[in-house]
């Protein structure tokens, strides 16, 4: 979306391994294991944004972050506040894996 001279792409969800090679295929009315699936990144939702390379993006957003990027920040206290997140941290599978290239 272009908004105030800016170019602002996203992509919405989670990485789910078991669901990011299948298309979308939940369909109405959703079971409630639907309910939860459809909010997954698929690997077309990458592929269509990396389809932008040598576009000027100037904002990109997302709800999961790409692997790695905790490392960045202050992880002591991402923990202290999400202590969940410890042993994705220790076996390096926090974030999307698929946005990696993306940056």
Request: aromatic share 14%; hydrophobic share 40%.
């Amino acid at each position: 979306v272009m908004f105030g001279g800016l170019r602002i792409v996203g992509v919405s969800g989670i990485f789910k391994a078991h669901h990011f090679e299948k298309g979308q295929f939940e369909t109405l009315p959703m079971s409630e294991s639907h309910l939860r699936s459809v909010y997954h990144v698929r690997r077309y939702n990458v592929w269509r944004l990396s389809q932008m390379h040598g576009s000027n993006v100037d904002i990109f957003v997302s709800h999961d972050w790409p692997t790695h990027v905790w490392k960045y920040g202050d992880w002591p206290k991402l923990i202290q506040f999400k202590s969940h997140f410890i042993d994705d941290l220790k076996q390096n599978k926090l974030g999307n894996p698929a946005l990696n290239h993306l940056l």
